[in-house]
């Protein structure tokens, strides 16, 4: 049995014994009546017998019923001479001698049932280069395979017993399918194996250890080399492989989690046709001894050699087919030579590519580090004989070729030689390398005959560090950029910590170069971990440096590794003590969200920026999320975010935060309204949902509207004004159209309004400003030539939009000053936006058939109560007054009379027409066309609307030039006291009050004093008791503000005279109205300085009339008039007291004596007038 069996590798003896009756089945051939060979060479074959032939089936005989199978062989083996046993490897080598791969296999399997693997067929079926042979051609129907021919994939084939040779004639059309196929498979594999040499190169060039390196380890025995990354996969799979054979699973399965890099199932994973070592136990037991030769025992990666078989079993040169005709030996032949080509072309461009891939490393290398001439000149004398190279990637080149040698078409028997070839070239490769390495640097030897361990005692006495971490990284030089990173992973986390913080800015690049090119995640992690935190509480330069370094940082490795690694580090920070760092995750979610995957912008990111916006409490971190969602809105591609970013806006819109509610307007709705306007849903879902939400709370606010709510939705629509328009531009019948060109004219600066950020620009949104003139041109004729058939947007604007605000502008509370500005200012956005033409033949024909202004209603309060509503200050202020050209001037006039005649005419409440003049009179463009208005009521021929025009005066006096008032409003004033009316008269005193109270100029004030007088002393007006009542309240209202020489002089004395006269005042309810107004007037004045003699003479006298009254009236009031005439007469008596501290008001006097003693001090310290100081207590009221 020795001399059949040549591969060292025998079935067992207890294998024989346990298997003596071992019978296999006979099987003949159709065509063969003769019986198998005889006994005394078990493997001979007559010499008619046909060569062996690969079979493309899992048949055991061939098609025609020629040849003969491995299992008849050994059938007749056993049949001839029963003595004769035929071991199980010795027929596995056989099997895969002649290339009987699939019937070795089900033998493989068999055997793996029985509990009795052969090593030599688990080896051959381990190894994925024994079938990496495919041909892109399938063979002809009888085609002869000699061995070592390819491995052809069967056509239709569902199990191994199921093949049917007749089915190659049906499967014609399936051929280039499946060549198809297989070249694709070939160009997969060879695209694996090109990054599998990259991959080796990079190992060989990493492990390359610098000659002072090793000199190093040399020199301190206690240092111990580094363990290369191909030995440590080695080593590991060698650990686990003993683990699981000697039952300790869970440790292997520990063992395998903690090295989760590497595949444990698969030897191939440790490196490329690197032969398996021995186990643990066989290296062990030899002891360091060097392994057996691959000629000893073949390597499962090598096929069997047939030079090694003695016996002749088979004829080197296999006799030909009887019946073989000429033609098709040529057709074998010339097929064969076709795979020949095909495999010899896919060599010879993997061999390029390898080369190429070698001097890219080599450039690389060389650009590093030169080196030095020694070594160049080392290589260059042993060129000669044999190539050797400094640089390691030479090593893989070898293994490159032995790949290659064995996916080709190589003749039988040299697969042992050619690996012991390379076998060979590798080692001295090797020892190429180490040589060049150790001298690459030299130096001068002394010709001294000390002793290595003298030498070695001698240098001892330097005092050379290179136990202490220090000390071993500073013994080390780094020699490539692999190793300069992983040297600078292991010192950055040294050097931050001593590096002053106002400097450590400036170790961001370094950190980001080393967290960008380290190789090992977890140092990765930790130098983000640094960078984040690196300084305390980053200021806004040093928060930008660190964004723009993150920025860099995910430019470089792409969204996988940005998902990975950077924001885990933004999660731990979220709900870090401080708000700058807080503040750094808030602004790098923002500054990230263009290179992370879609996926996690629309999850985790959002979530995040969510949950920073509803638990954050400084408004600065809130502010900054709100940024950056407004940049993740910017990039979401998800429409089933849309509701989650709606609720985020009107979220961060009811924030309490100024700056916070900012930030939504200029970047937050700016970007989710690009986003809807791509989505089709801006104004078919958010506008619509907004005004939803107005209306509903206008429906709940019946008895208490919620101002701040209103304004929120309210700002949210007129932030969506710009795209809106947009969109209507975007889709308007002339888009098509519109093309910039130089000969359009540019865009009036005034024709947009001015927009709260550059998102809001309208040349930005539509992407340029000559589009948008362009589009703009055609826009302006569409409307004045056109129309809007077939216009849907413009037109749900016109007909949706549009009376849906007008029906909400009538339903809000005309009294409410907030409300109505929010409205007026919506309107002239959206007007002025959408333009004069627009406004003129859209906008206010809808506000004008609403208000019906006619000749024939005007006496007529039926059919007018909308003019009482807030439609009439919200068209006035925020549609008439868009444009401010003549035509526009004269029509606002003209809407403003005709309002405030046809209320004064219907005794309607005038709230309307104040809500009207007070906002127009915040601006003073609108003084002159106000004045204009009130004349014409002025001059009117009814007292109702002359009493009207008088009450509106007292509305624009406020923030009026003294000029104008001179010149227009008092001479109006006057002109009305001077008419027949007493209720026109009465209606003039709050507006003479409020010139009181705002003009300087001692002229008009003694007009005003005259007239006053006039009502006050004229006998005519004694009796009149509202007119006394409207003077009180004027005075009580004035008085504060009002001149100090004005006060003292006239209004005081006055009000006294009145307090005395209600005393007598027989009709009881007079009395009452007059003394509770006598009441609230000094109330108001108790709170200004006043002189020690006009307190005496008549404040003190005037309070105590109004005690009197208010005895029998009020008592209530009687307690606190009480208290105010005591502490009058306090400060009265004490005449100690400085004029300053006279003057004291009572309101001060009742806060207690020490706080009292303290203000009194620092008035006495005052050199400000009397006035100023009343206008001081007056706005802190």
């Given at each position: 049995m020795a001399s059949v069996n040549p591969f060292d590798v025998s079935d067992s003896d207890e294998e024989a014994e346990r298997r003596p009756n071992e019978t296999v089945d006979t099987e003949r051939s159709p065509s063969e009546g003769a019986p198998g060979p005889p006994p005394g060479n078990a493997f001979s074959l007559p010499a008619d017998a046909e060569p062996p032939t690969l079979l493309l089936s899992s048949n055991r005989t061939s098609p025609s019923g020629e040849g003969m199978s491995v299992s008849a062989a050994a059938t007749s083996t056993m049949a001839g001479g029963v003595e004769t046993r035929v071991s199980v490897d010795v027929i596995a080598a056989q099997l895969l001698r002649d290339q009987y791969i699939l019937t070795a296999l089900e033998f493989h399997t068999e055997l793996l049932e029985a509990g009795r693997e052969l090593p030599r067929l688990r080896d051959y079926f381990s190894n994925p280069g024994n079938f990496e042979r495919q041909s892109g051609t399938p063979p002809a129907k009888d085609q002869v395979l000699g061995p070592g021919g390819p491995l052809n994939r069967a056509g239709s084939i569902s199990t191994l017993d199921s093949l049917d040779f007749a089915r190659y004639s049906d499967d014609g059309n399936r051929e280039s399918d499946e060549r198809v196929a297989v070249l694709e498979f070939e160009l997969r594999k060879a695209k694996e194996t090109i990054q599998a040499l990259r991959a080796n190169l990079t190992q060989a060039a990493e492990s390359e250890v610098a000659s002072q390196e090793r000199k190093n380890f040399k020199s301190s025995p206690e240092i111990q080399e580094p363990i290369r990354p191909l030995e440590k996969r080695a080593l590991n799979f060698l650990v686990n492989e003993y683990l699981l054979k000697n039952e300790y699973k869970l440790s292997s399965i520990t063992f395998s989690d903690e090295n989760d890099d590497q595949d444990?199932?698969?030897?191939?994973?440790?490196?490329?046709?690197?032969?398996?070592?021995?186990?643990?136990?066989?290296?062990?037991?030899?002891?360091?001894?060097?392994?057996?030769?691959?000629?000893?025992?073949?390597?499962?990666?090598?096929?069997?050699?047939?030079?090694?078989?003695?016996?002749?079993?088979?004829?080197?040169?296999?006799?030909?087919?009887?019946?073989?005709?000429?033609?098709?030996?040529?057709?074998?032949?010339?097929?064969?030579?076709?795979?020949?080509?095909?495999?010899?072309?896919?060599?010879?461009?993997?061999?390029?590519?390898?080369?190429?891939?070698?001097?890219?490393?080599?450039?690389?290398?060389?650009?590093?580090?030169?080196?030095?001439?020694?070594?160049?000149?080392?290589?260059?004398?042993?060129?000669?004989?044999?190539?050797?190279?400094?640089?390691?990637?030479?090593?893989?080149?070898?293994?490159?070729?032995?790949?290659?040698?064995?996916?080709?078409?190589?003749?039988?028997?040299?697969?042992?030689?050619?690996?012991?070839?390379?076998?060979?070239?590798?080692?001295?490769?090797?020892?190429?390398?180490?040589?060049?390495?150790?001298?690459?640097?030299?130096?001068?030897?002394?010709?001294?005959?000390?002793?290595?361990?003298?030498?070695?005692?001698?240098?001892?006495?330097?005092?050379?560090?290179?136990?202490?971490?220090?000390?071993?990284?500073?013994?080390?030089?780094?020699?490539?950029?692999?190793?300069?990173?992983?040297?600078?992973?292991?010192?950055?986390?040294?050097?931050?910590?001593?590096?002053?913080?106002?400097?450590?800015?400036?170790?961001?690049?370094?950190?980001?170069?080393?967290?960008?090119?380290?190789?090992?995640?977890?140092?990765?992690?930790?130098?983000?971990?640094?960078?984040?935190?690196?300084?305390?509480?980053?200021?806004?330069?040093?928060?930008q440096m660190i964004l723009t370094g993150c920025v860099a940082f995910a430019r470089h490795v792409g969204p996988t590794r940005v998902e990975a690694e950077l924001l885990p580090q933004c999660w731990e920070q979220i709900n870090h003590k401080y708000p700058e760092r807080r503040l750094l995750v808030a602004e790098a979610c923002g500054a990230l969200a263009p290179y992370l995957p879609k996926e996690i912008r629309s999850s985790l990111v959002l979530s995040m920026l969510q949950q920073m916006l509803t638990e954050d409490k400084a408004d600065m971190v809130r502010e900054a999320v709100v940024k950056s969602l407004g940049i993740i809105m910017g990039y979401i591609d998800d429409s089933d975010k849309y509701a989650q970013g709606f609720e985020l806006m009107l979220l961060s819109l009811g924030d309490p935060s100024e700056r916070v509610v900012n930030a939504v307007h200029q970047v937050f709705i700016p970007a989710f309204a690009a986003w809807t306007t791509e989505l089709g849903t801006l104004h078919t879902a958010l506008i619509p949902s907004l005004l939803a939400r107005i209306e509903k709370l206008l429906t709940q606010g019946e008895h208490g509207l919620d101002e701040h709510k209103l304004h929120v939705f309210l700002s949210a629509l007129q932030s969506l004004i710009p795209p809106l328009f947009a969109v209507v531009l975007q889709n308007a019948p002339f888009t098509s159209r519109a093309k910039p060109h130089e000969d359009i004219p540019a865009i009036e600066v005034t024709r947009f309004p001015r927009p709260a950020s550059p998102l809001q620009d309208m040349a930005i949104i539509i992407g340029n400003r000559e589009l948008l003139s362009s589009l703009l041109l055609l826009y302006d004729h569409q409307l004045e030539h056109e129309g809007t058939t077939g216009w849907e947007s413009l037109l749900w604007v016109v007909n949706q939009l549009l009376p849906q605000l007008i029906e909400i502008v009538g339903r809000i509370n005309v009294t409410s000053s907030t409300c109505v500005h929010e409205f007026s200012r919506f309107f002239w956005r959206f007007c002025r936006t959408f333009g004069k033409i627009f406004t003129n033949t859209k906008v206010k024909p809808q506000f004008q058939e609403i208000l019906r202004l006619s000749e024939e209603n005007v006496d007529a309060s039926a059919g007018n109560g909308i003019l009482t509503k807030a439609t009439v200050p919200i068209y006035a202020t925020g549609v008439l007054t868009c444009y401010n050209q003549e035509e526009d001037r004269k029509l606002l006039v003209g809407f403003l009379e005709d309002v405030m005649t046809t209320l004064s005419l219907s005794h309607a409440p005038l709230d309307s027409l104040k809500a009207s003049f007070v906002e127009l009179g915040a601006n003073p463009v609108y003084h002159e066309l106000l004045l204009t208005v009130l004349w014409y009521g002025v001059v009117h021929t009814s007292a109702l609307v002359r009493c009207t025009a008088a009450r509106m005066f007292e509305l624009v006096l406020r923030g009026m030039s003294e000029a104008l008032v001179d010149r227009r409003a008092a001479p109006a004033l006057i002109t009305l006291c001077s008419g027949p009316e007493l209720s026109v008269r009465i209606a003039t005193i709050p507006a003479f009050g409020t010139i009181m109270e705002t003009v300087t100029q001692k002229e008009l004030l003694e007009r005003v004093k005259m007239q006053l007088a006039s009502f006050l002393e004229d006998p005519q007006y004694q009796d009149q008791h509202s007119l006394h009542m409207e003077i009180i309240r004027t005075f009580g209202r004035v008085g504060p503000n009002a001149e100090p020489r004005f006060r003292d002089d006239f209004v005081l004395p006055h009000l006294h005279k009145l307090a005395l006269a209600n005393n007598s005042q027989s009709v009881e309810s007079k009395r009452i109205d007059i003394a509770i107004h006598l009441f609230e007037a000094y109330s108001a004045l108790s709170c200004c300085f006043i002189s020690e003699e006009v307190m005496v003479n008549h404040f003190l006298p005037g309070l105590r009339c109004l005690h009197a009254d208010m005895e029998q009236l009020s008592p209530e009031h009687e307690v606190i008039l009480g208290s105010m005439i005591k502490e009058c007469e306090i400060k009265v008596e004490n005449r100690g007291i400085s004029d300053a501290q006279g003057s004291i008001s009572i309101a001060s006097s009742l806060v207690g004596e020490d706080a009292k003693t303290k203000f009194l001090s620092k008035m006495g310290q005052l050199t400000t007038s009397g006035a100023m100081l009343a206008n001081v207590f007056q706005r802190k009221k």
């Open positions: 444990f199932e698969l030897w191939d994973d440790v490196g490329l046709n690197i032969p398996k070592p021995p186990d643990l136990l066989q290296l062990y037991r030899n002891g360091g001894s060097t392994l057996s030769s691959p000629t000893d025992k073949v390597d499962a990666s090598v096929g069997v050699a047939f030079g090694d078989l003695p016996g002749n079993c088979i004829s080197r040169e296999p006799q030909k087919k009887p019946d073989l005709s000429q033609q098709q030996q040529s057709e074998v032949v010339q097929e064969l030579e076709y795979q020949l080509n095909l495999l010899n072309s896919e060599k010879q461009s993997l061999a390029e590519q390898i080369k190429k891939l070698q001097s890219e490393i080599q450039i690389l290398k060389k650009s590093v580090s030169s080196p030095p001439p020694a070594t160049l000149e080392l290589c260059s004398s042993s060129s000669s004989s044999k190539p050797c190279s400094t640089n390691p990637p030479s090593v893989p080149s070898l293994d490159n070729g032995q790949y290659l040698d064995i996916r080709g078409v190589s003749e039988a028997g040299n697969d042992l030689v050619s690996t012991s070839t390379q076998n060979t070239s590798q080692s001295q490769q090797q020892t190429c390398n180490k040589t060049t390495s150790q001298q690459r640097v030299q130096f001068d030897q002394p010709n001294r005959k000390l002793s290595p361990a003298f030498q070695q005692a001698l240098l001892s006495f330097c005092r050379m560090c290179s136990e202490s971490r220090l000390g071993a990284e500073v013994s080390r030089i780094a020699d490539s950029e692999e190793s300069v990173m992983l040297m600078l992973g292991r010192c950055l986390p040294h050097i931050v910590p001593n590096v002053l913080l106002a400097k450590r800015e400036e170790l961001i690049p370094l950190i980001l170069c080393t967290a960008c090119l380290h190789p090992e995640p977890k140092e990765r992690d930790q130098l983000l971990h640094i960078l984040f935190n690196l300084i305390k509480r980053p200021d806004d330069e040093q928060r």
